[in-house]
């Protein structure tokens, strides 16, 4: 897949912080959802376009809002 058209540039390791996130085909008003990544999930990012980072997930690659982002694995609750 080449949503986000990534060059060899890494950008670093990232995790999803929300809930759930949208991956987009481009960074526009209007774009078409190419996937979803969910809270924890370990993202690569190539590429920042403004507020938006090029991620791939393990299954899919697009537009994801940097907001949804951090650069550590977000904590989990404790089930006993």
Not at 1 to 16: D, L, Q
Not at 40 to 67: K, L, N, P, Y
Request: proline share 1%.
């Amino acid at each position: 897949m080449t949503a986000c058209n990534r060059g060899r540039h890494r950008a670093g390791v990232n995790y999803v912080s929300a809930v759930q996130a949208t991956l987009r085909d481009q960074v526009a008003t209007i774009y078409n959802r190419v996937g979803t990544v969910k809270n924890g999930e370990r993202v690569e990012c190539w590429s920042m376009r403004s507020a938006f980072a090029c991620a791939h997930g393990e299954r899919v690659e697009g537009w994801i809002e940097q907001r949804y982002l951090v650069d550590q694995q977000p904590m989990t609750a404790c089930r006993s």
